[in-house]
Structures are given as structure tokens and as C-alpha cells.
């Protein structure tokens, strides 16, 4: 009950935080699982894997959070499991054996529990070396056994565009499946030297899930190669396969990779110079433009008083936490997280105050107005972002249709730029990889 709880109050407010899309792949519904996932964003991380399955996931988390005010009764409530960490108190971290028994008991009860391997939240472009903790629990779990749990790993991809910022992008990956039991014999001749080549499958096993830079400089250009290729090929815009194709090339042909940098990034930013999104130079039709006009009037007519009522009606709390979170200037892999918290309180908290301020000056019709204000604010969200693409859609039709010959030449460009993608694809193997994976 508790965790199907906070389930319910922290996946939607994710839900609201971010625009979510999922990928790839599902979580098991039934079996012992180990969820390992990267670890980009603080406690939004476990609030996307919660959000990924029905299924109760018991958190590994590391120990100070159990004593922090609100928070450690949550994880408490929710049976999460505490790491010791050296960083945190070198004299308690004998307490991780009874951590690794927990963790066997409840794979052995077939539970799902959930590790970020890399053993801290991060901000850097890749992805960290892993701790070798998740595959000895499970190899642990497996041996008391005699392997014959059938205790799986599940790599996790988190992917935030800009997972700082308010209804920003995150992609989530569910990679396939490894079987702990696989390196029984391993483990009978050398536990250590299995944990170790465990670990190693299931780094391989997250690298293929996730986007790895070599630095942030590289984001722009894969995001923009991305862009054109999805635009061209009518193709989810994957940065996964981009991101490994840079870094193959770069020890390759280093001049070529900067060759094709400045080409991309700069048909990139002449189209948004036009303010023109590159899947926008395909649908260029007065009949199009038309149905648009007469679509988006009514739909303004429809919804601009509630989407009014919910803006004025959140505005404050919505400032409030921005003020706070520019004021305390919190690291970025965190800042999220204390937004979504602050979020979780202030919002109810402000939405029962005015349900109060309505119900004293109106009465039971104040009550019924005030039922209205949740649904008013999500309303709102929706207008807004809807009205702003209309408004990219419209400059993109008008400079399209003013420009003559433009639109062709950019297509024409669009296909090359593509099309030299995809040769580098296949040059540097990435293409192969990603097509097979």
C-alpha cells in the first residue's frame, strides 16, 4: 500500500515534469529481477524506474538518506535497502553484509530490486566505471541456491535532453535481459573473477542503452545529425548509435569528424536562424496550411479560458520553486530532484489553500470550482506547448512559401548531409551494431 502509494503521486509528477517516451523493451512482469540503470539525475532516476513497472521495485540507496526528515520514512515505507558507502562513514560500511542478506532474501522470495551500479548521481557525458556490488548480490542470491532462482539483470537507459529544465525530454531503454546463472562455473572456479566479468557484461549491456560522450562539446552535433536523419528518414531520432559513431570516428579520421561537424552544425543553425525544424521542409501545401488556421482558431476559441484559469491559478507556486532552485543554485544531477520534491508538497498544499479561499467566498460552489484547478493546470501545460509548435509551424510554412526555390535546395541538402551519415554509418560498423541491437 505505502509503495503503491508514492508510486501513484511520484510517476505522476514525473509525468508531469517531463515528456516521456519509451524506447525500447519492457520490464519482466514476474521472476527475481536486478534493475540496474545509469544514473544521471539524482532521485528522479528511481522515480523512472518505478514509473517503467507495476511491479513493487525494492531500491538499493545509500544509507544517509534513511535518517533524512520525510524522505527516510519514505524509503523506509517503501523496504528499500541502505548502502554504506566510504565516502559516507568508513565504520559503518561492515553493516553491507546485512544488506547483500536482505538483497538474497528478497531475489529469493523472486522480488525486483534495483541498483544504479555506477554508485553515484552525475553529470558528466559518460557513463562511469561500474562497482561490482549488483553482480555479487546476485551471484550471491544465485549460489545460496544452487542457481536455480533464475535471477536476471535488466539494464535501464535513462536519456534526459536537458534534464534540468521543466517539460524537457527524457527516453528510457530497456535493454535484454542476462542471466546471473550464466557464469555459474565461473563463479564455482573464482567468485571475484566472476563478479568481475558479470560486471563487465552488464557495463557492455548499458552502453548499448545509453548515450556516452566523450565530452558535452559533442551533444549539439549528434543532437542536430539526429534531427536531419529523423526528418529525412522518417526514423526515431536515436542519439545512441550518433554518439558511438563520434567516438569511432574521432580515432579514425579525426579531420573528417570535424569536416562533418561544421557541415552539420551549420545547416543546423541556418535552419533554426529560418526558425524552421527540419522535418517541417516536407509539408509545405496551402491546403495543409489552411485545415492548420481553421484547426488552430477553434482550438484556441475551445481553450484559451481554461488554459487561463490553470495558468493564473499556478503561477506562484510554479515561480516560487524556480526562484528557490536559482537562489540555492543546486548541482544540475539534483536540481530536478528537489524541484519534483518541492513540487510533490507545494502544488497540493497551494491547490487545497485556494480550494479553502474558494469554499469560504463562494460555498459548495467554490468547492466544485476548486475541483476544476488540477485539471485547468495540466490544460494549460498542454495548450501552451501546443500553441508553441503551432506558432514553429507557421513561420516554417510562411518562410517557405515566401523563398521560392529554398525549400528544394534545403531538401537537397537535408538528403546529402543524410546520406554522408549513413555512408559513416556503415564505414565505422555503428550502423550494423545499432540495426543488429
Known amino acids: 500500500m505505502v509503495y503503491g502509494f508514492f508510486r501513484w503521486i511520484f510517476a505522476t509528477a514525473l509525468s508531469v515534469y517531463y515528456r516521456w517516451t519509451l524506447t525500447q523493451g519492457a520490464i519482466p512482469s514476474d521472476g527475481p529481477l536486478v534493475i540496474c540503470g545509469n544514473h544521471p539525475n539524482g532521485l528522479i532516476d528511481p522515480v523512472a524506474v518505478m514509473r517503467l513497472t507495476q511491479r513493487p521495485v525494492r531500491f538499493m540507496a545509500k544509507a544517509p538518506i534513511f535518517k533524512m526528515p520525510v524522505l ?15 565516502q559516507d562513514d568508513p565504520s559503518q560500511m561492515g553493516k553491507n553484509d546485512e544488506t547483500f542478506k536482505a538483497a538474497h532474501a528478497a531475489l529469493a522470495e523472486g522480488d525486483c530490486i534495483c541498483i544504479f551500479p555506477e554508485g553515484r548521481s552525475h553529470s558528466d557525458p559518460g557513463m562511469s566505471p561500474l562497482k561490482t556490488g549488483a553482480a555479487r548480490i546476485a551471484l550471491g542470491a544465485e549460489s545460496e541456491k544452487g542457481f536455480s532462482l533464475g535471477v536476471k539483470f535488466v539494464p535501464v537507459g535513462l536519456v534526459y535532453r536537458r534534464k534540468g529544465v521543466f517539460r524537457s525530454e527524457v ?14 562455473e565461473e563463479f564455482e572456479r573464482d567468485p571475484v573473477a566472476a563478479s568481475k566479468a558479470l560486471t563487465e557484461k552488464l557495463d557492455a549491456a548499458l552502453h548499448t542503452v545509453t548515450v556516452n560522450l566523450d565530452t558535452w562539446e559533442d551533444l549539439p552535433l549528434i543532437e542536430a545529425a539526429s534531427r536531419l536523419y529523423k526528418a529525412e528518414r522518417k526514423t526515431p531520432g536515436d ?5 558511438a559513431g563520434l567516438s569511432a570516428l574521432r580515432e579514425r579520421d579525426p579531420e573528417r569528424l570535424e569536416s562533418v561537424r561544421r557541415r552539420v552544425l551549420t545547416f543546423d543553425g541556418y535552419l533554426h536562424a529560418l526558425r524552421l525544424p527540419a522535418d517541417e521542409l516536407d509539408h509545405v501545401r496551402p491546403f495543409r496550411a489552411l485545415r492548420f488556421v481553421t484547426v488552430h482558431v477553434l482550438r484556441v476559441l475551445l481553450g484559451i479560458a481554461p488554459a487561463l484559469v490553470g495558468v493564473l491559478a499556478y503561477v506562484i507556486p510554479y515561480q ?4 528557490l532552485v536559482a537562489l540555492v543554485k543546486l548541482e544540475e544531477d539534483i ?27 463562494l460555498g459548495t460552489p467554490g468547492l466544485l470550482d476548486a475541483a476544476a484547478l488540477p485539471f485547468c493546470g495540466l490544460f494549460a501545460l498542454a495548450f501552451i506547448e501546443s500553441e508553441k509548435a503551432a506558432l514553429a509551424d507557421a513561420r516554417a510554412y510562411l518562410a517557405l512559401r515566401t523563398h521560392g526555390s529554398l525549400r528544394d535546395r534545403l531538401l537537397e541538402r537535408r538528403k546529402a548531409l543524410v546520406d554522408e551519415l549513413e555512408q559513416l ?6 550502423l550494423e551494431a545499432s540495426a543488429n541491437g
Open 239 to 243: 542519439l545512441r548509435p550518433y554518439a
Open 335 to 361: 536540481r530536478s530532484s528537489v524541484k519534483l520534491g518541492v513540487g510533490v508538497l507545494l502544488f497540493p498544499a497551494w491547490t487545497a489553500l485556494l480550494t479553502w479561499l474558494l469554499w469560504r467566498e
Open 425 to 430: 554509418g556503415k564505414e565505422t560498423g555503428v
Open 72 to 86: 527516510g520514512w519514505i524509503v523506509k515505507g517503501m523496504k528499500c535497502l541502505p548502502v554504506y558507502r566510504k
Open 171 to 184: 527516453a528510457v531503454s530497456v535493454g535484454e535481459p542476462i542471466a546471473a546463472a550464466s557464469m555459474r
Open 320 to 323: 516560487l520553486i524556480r526562484a
